[in-house]
T-cell receptor, first 114, second 114 residues
Framework: DTGVSQDPRHKITKRGQNVTFRCDPI?????LYWYRQTLGQGPEFLTY????????KSRLLSDRFSAERPKGSFSTLEIQRTEQGDSAMYLC????????????FGEGSRLTVL | GDSVTQMEGPVTLSEEAFLTINCTYT??????LFWYVQYPGEGLQLLLK?????DKGSNKGFEATYRKETTSFHLEKGSVQVSDSAVYFC?????????????FGKGTKLSVIP
């Protein structure tokens, strides 16, 4: 399968712990996005990379959140000192740097903070 | 800021019924408009798109027309099938150069019964 893959698919953690999610985009895609989706809501934009450069960050991305894409391939999203309000599905998407700009989404990583 | 409002669900239809899911938007200028679909257990995937006023996007029997005068992008299908059961998201991409951020609606869950 050559789609966007995310790991882990589900993470349960206690409040105050740190968690990290990984996203592997489609190999030829140089744009990578992170979104967050809570129950009953549509995805909300968090951040966007073009290659290794982080070019956009939403105000939803508090100081406890950090995202990296060190070599312009896979990306990680880390949440420090998790809070119950961080419980959500974290979606990764990738796209080409041209054409329609269609986003290809992974299946998401579900975070549950107890 | 940009926003998308879509018809609240859930929507339950019998097979072969006509489907309309309403979507209206608020944005500056002429955004690009999208419908994404999420089948059970899968990631979001692009269903159709339109990039300028009066464009009609179509795919898999679904259609939506970009109406600038009513700021709408309603999704329609003439005859739904059980396999169309999914959550449908309307989304827009703003006009700002270099931004591929999508703004999503809350989603409409469609269930088609035999």
């Amino acid at each position: 399968d050559t789609g966007v893959s995310q790991d882990p698919r589900h993470k349960i953690t206690k409040r105050g712990q740190n968690v990290t999610f990984r996203c592997d985009p489609i190999s030829e895609h140089n744009r990578l996005y992170w979104y967050r989706q809570t129950l009953g809501q549509g995805p909300e934009f968090l951040t966007y990379f073009q290659n290794e450069a982080q070019l956009e960050k939403s105000r939803l991305l508090s100081d406890r959140f950090s995202a990296e894409r060190p070599k312009g391939s896979f990306s990680t999203l880390e949440i420090q000192r998790t809070e119950q309000g961080d419980s959500a599905m974290y979606l990764c998407a990738s796209s080409l740097n041209r054409g329609t700009g269609e986003l290809f989404f992974g299946e998401g990583s579900r975070l549950t903070v107890l | 800021g940009d926003s998308v409002t879509q018809m609240e669900g859930p929507v339950t239809l019998s097979e072969e019924a006509f489907l309309t899911i309403n979507c209206t938007y608020t944005a500056t200028g002429y955004p690009s408009l999208f419908w994404y679909v999420q089948y059970p257990g899968e990631g979001l995937q692009l269903l159709l798109k339109a990039t300028k006023a009066d464009d009609k996007g179509s795919n898999k029997g679904f259609e939506a027309t970009y109406r600038k005068e009513t700021t709408s992008f309603h999704l329609e299908k003439g005859s739904v099938q059980v396999s169309d059961s999914a959550v449908y998201f309307c989304a827009l991409r703003g006009i700002w150069a270099g931004s591929y951020q999508l703004t999503f609606g809350k989603g409409t869950k469609l269930s088609v019964i035999p």
